[in-house]
């Protein structure tokens, strides 16, 4: 299990625009390095993230190579109802990782 | 013009620069990163080395080691009982009866008290607890104890600070004191403080710890790095100490 | 003193090599901007790529090429008729071309992303916005990358 950190807001107006700030621990390995012997360091990468408010899919992102280390995604939904965010992270060696944050919406 | 200037005008742009201006006080090594990480430091859930904090309030909770106990089961709360402590660190050690790191602190508490094996150096754990117990501190002043029996090592340490060392000849108070404020390729040259320590260093893509960047710099001379946790590291972490009191900590930093 | 060969720690081998392919990894110009605007034709698709719209905010110089804030954002009002469907981002000079590709719609509220990137050397980023109505539109910023002085 990897550490994750996830900024959004515990309540919100309903209709308000909320930003949800995603941050997790992972190498990000480029498949393009070479360790001190030559050899290349295989790729392993996290290479899709996911967010569902109440299982529905709000967010994708793809991402490559020429992402940082420790990933770091922010993006933004509409507060809609009470609930939950989904946040899932898959990628290269079956790597996969689901968080979830409650959201009050008044 | 849309290239920068290659290596080749280092030792150029270094003379031509020269030293920074007189300042009042140390200044951190934040005040020579450019806007964006800065923000990147400030905002903790943007902030990479977080992540490490995180990890250490898990293990600060952890039963651990022969003994099966946590930091927690003697220490409590960490955010009342480590309030202050990397601030104070290195310290005098009676037990070893020398200067310690806040790292080689928490070491020996966990091979004394938790009964674990000794971890290696820059190890995950290690610098998880090191960042979290150091992020406790955040926002306070660096306060070296003045301790007379840490007098001795902390002058050995000054004078590692300004011997040349290495193929390039240089010591840390030509580029840190003389050239702070100039710069080496494109980037500012920083006073050498450690009060951003543990941190996160987009060149490592990790965080790490300051005997890391001390022995960075050494190889950056080409001279041969002291042996983790050597004493040569320790004293010029003690003097290093000493030089920024008063400087807040910023654990964890970011750095580029 | 010196370092011996076989006493120089692996760690700083490690990051030299690791280090190295950048320089090894060296291509003609033209093949690199070829290879971008096959990407951006791959995303549009038939669509002609139209300049504006888009907002790429980096910064212009950069002390770490490791991690770079970007931002994409789109002037939308992200209603089910008028909306931002997907963002991409892909670079110059990189091994590869991609960085990211984001899935927006109208439940997104604004047309907004923001990320870390890696970029290898000084080069054009371009940011691509596909809207619902099929149109395609960029952004281009040149970034200059500048590497550590004092690297492991």
């Known amino acids: 299990m990897a550490r994750a950190l996830i900024t959004a807001p515990r309540t919100a107006k309903r209709g308000e625009i909320i930003e949800i700030r995603t941050l997790i621990a992972h190498p990000m ?46 993006f933004t939904t509409v507060a809609t109802a009470s609930g939950t965010l989904s946040l899932r992270w898959e990628g290269d060696n079956g790597f996969a990782q689901t968080e979830t944050v409650a959201i009050t919406v008044t | 013009m849309r290239r920068v200037a290659g290596a080749a005008s280092l030792a150029f742009a270094v003379g031509l620069c020269g030293a920074a201006p007189a300042v009042d006080g140390p200044r951190s090594g934040a005040a020579d990163m450019s806007a964006e990480l800065q923000a990147m430091q400030r905002d903790d859930g943007a902030n990479p080395g977080m992540l490490w904090v995180a990890d ?44 310690i790191d806040l790292r080689g602190r928490i070491e020996a508490c966990r091979t004394r008290a938790q009964g674990q094996a000794p971890s290696r150096p820059e190890s995950a754990e290690a610098l998880a607890l090191e960042a979290y117990v150091a992020h406790q501190s955040r926002g306070l002043p660096l306060a070296p104890p003045a301790d007379p029996r840490l007098a001795p ?67 950056g001379v080409r001279a041969e790095p002291h042996d983790w946790g050597a004493p040569a590291l320790i004293e010029l972490e ?19 | 003193m010196t370092p011996r060969p076989s006493s120089i720690p692996r760690r700083r081998l490690l ?12 291509r003609p110009a033209a093949a690199d901007a070829a290879e971008l605007e096959a990407a951006i034709r791959g995303f549009a698709g038939a669509a002609p790529v139209q300049a504006g719209r888009v907002t790429l905010d980096i910064a212009p110089l ?18 089910a008729a008028d909306h931002v469907k997907r963002i991409a981002l892909f670079n110059e000079r990189n091994p590869q071309r991609e960085v ?15 990320t870390r990137i890696r970029l290898a050397s000084s080069q054009q980023l371009v940011a691509l916005a596909e809207l619902s109505d099929g149109s395609v539109w960029s952004r281009r910023v040149d970034v200059i990358v500048t590497l550590a002085a004092c690297i492991e």
């Open chain 1, 29 to 74: 390995e480029t498949g393009h390095r070479n360790d001190g012997q030559g050899r290349l360091l295989p790729r392993d990468i996290i290479r899709r993230l996911r967010c569902d408010y109440d299982g529905e899919r709000v967010f994708e992102a793809e991402l490559f190579p020429a992402i940082a280390a420790n990933p770091y995604v922010v």
């Open chain 2, 238 to 256: 003690l003097y290093l100490a000493q030089r920024a009191r008063g400087l807040n900590v910023e654990a964890p930093a970011v750095r580029p």
């Open chain 2, 56 to 99: 250490g309030e898990a293990l600060w909770r952890r039963p651990a080691g022969s003994r099966q106990r946590s930091c927690a089961s003697c220490h409590g709360d960490a955010t009342r009982s480590m309030r202050g402590v990397a601030a104070r660190y290195p310290a005098y050690d009676a037990a070893s009866r020398r200067p």
């Open chain 3, 100 to 114: 990211a590709v984001f899935h927006l719609g109208p439940r997104a509220g604004r047309a907004s992303v923001a």
């Open chain 3, 62 to 79: 950069v002390e770490n090429g490791n991690a770079v804030p970007v931002t994409v954002g789109v002037d939308s009002p992200m209603s």
């Open chain 3, 15 to 26: 990051a030299a090599g690791a280090a190295a392919p950048l320089a090894l990894c060296w």
């Open chain 2, 153 to 219: 090592a902390r002058a050995r340490g000054e004078a590692l600070f300004r011997q040349r060392i290495g193929q390039l000849d240089l010591s840390c108070a030509q580029c840190h004191e003389q050239h702070a404020g100039g710069r080496l390729g494109g980037s500012r040259i920083p006073q050498g403080h450690p009060n951003g320590y543990p941190l996160y260093r987009l060149e490592w893509q990790s965080l790490g710890s300051l005997q890391r960047r001390l022995r960075n710099c050494m190889t």
